[in-house]
Every structure is written in structure tokens, then in C-alpha cells.
């Protein structure tokens, strides 16, 4: 038996030249299902009986740009942003929307390279950082970095890819 999907996911493909969509769904899928599975098992987080939607928006760096500029007076790309519909703190139920995750091209092949690894490694990475923001995690502080970081690379491990923080203890 298939387990139920514990959120839903809406892909836009806004801006760029992302290439085959239909891989980077599964890809983000296969992200979100093992970033929400390990929430689920690891930090008690609750999901509702009808699955939550997220939206994962593909743009290019122009897009991100005016995303940045305006949400966060950042006039500069960035690899991800992450709207949440709701305000939600760490544990809490979720509402039928998480909220936006925004995605830039560019960026993420630029980093990728900079990395030295794979850019579909990079994107389920940056889908997993986006995923936990909705959900309240931050890094704003050095003790929430060092949470969010050691899921993240959790998360990471369980797909079988390498740690993007470096020697993170796991949580």
C-alpha cells in the first residue's frame, strides 16, 4: 500500500530556462516527501487529513531579483525564497496552504558549480532549506541555524547526498 502524500505540490514554471519540468517536479517531490516524512518522524510535526499545497516556482535570476528587491530590499539574486501562507512556528499544524517556494536558475547553477556538485543535488537541497522555512525554521539565530542546519542535512542524508554545512552533528 502507498501512503498517502502528506502535502500536495503545485509547480509553476515562471521564468528561465529550467529545462525539463516534469524532473524537476519529481525531484522537489521526492525532496518534500523525505523533508516531510523526517519531520513527521523526528520533530512531531502534525500534518492534516487533507494534504497541504506547496508551490514551487521556477524563475531566473531578473525574477528573483524583483522578488528579493521588494520582500526584502535585497535588489540581488538569491537561490531561494520562501513565502509562508501562514505564520507557523516549528511543530505547529499547518493550514491547506504552506505557502511559495521561489527558486532561481542562474543562481542555483552558479553555486552549484562554485560547489563542485551536481545541480539537481543543489536544487533538493535549496527545496528541502525553502520547505523548513515554511514550517517556521530559521536562521536567523545562531542556535535555530545550528536546528534547521542539522534537519537539513538530515534530510540530505536520508536521500543519500553529502552534507551542504560540512561536519553537522544530525539532531
Do not use: C
Request: charged share 25%; no cysteine.
Amino acid at each position: 500500500m502507498i501512503p498517502e502524500p502528506l502535502f500536495s505540490l503545485a509547480l509553476a514554471l515562471e521564468a528561465g530556462e529550467w529545462g525539463d519540468e516534469a524532473r524537476i517536479e519529481a525531484l522537489a517531490q521526492t525532496a518534500l516527501e523525505a523533508a516531510a516524512a523526517d519531520l513527521t518522524r523526528n520533530e512531531a510535526q502534525p500534518f492534516p487529513s487533507e494534504p497541504p499545497e506547496v508551490s514551487l516556482v521556477l524563475a531566473d535570476d531578473a525574477m528573483m531579483t524583483g522578488i528579493n528587491s521588494e520582500w526584502r530590499a535585497q535588489a540581488k539574486p538569491t537561490n531561494v525564497l520562501s513565502f509562508p501562507a501562514f505564520p507557523l512556528t516549528p511543530g505547529a499544524m499547518p493550514g491547506p496552504m504552506l505557502g511559495d517556494i521561489i527558486l532561481a536558475r542562474e543562481t542555483i547553477e552558479r553555486e552549484a558549480g562554485d560547489l563542485g556538485k551536481p545541480v539537481d543535488e543543489h536544487i533538493t537541497h535549496l527545496v528541502v532549506h525553502g520547505f523548513l522555512h515554511l514550517f517556521g525554521y530559521d536562521h536567523i539565530q545562531n542556535e535555530d541555524a545550528e536546528k534547521m542546519e542539522a534537519i537539513e542535512t538530515r534530510i540530505l542524508t536520508s536521500l543519500n547526498l553529502s552534507d551542504p554545512y560540512g561536519d553537522i552533528e544530525p539532531v
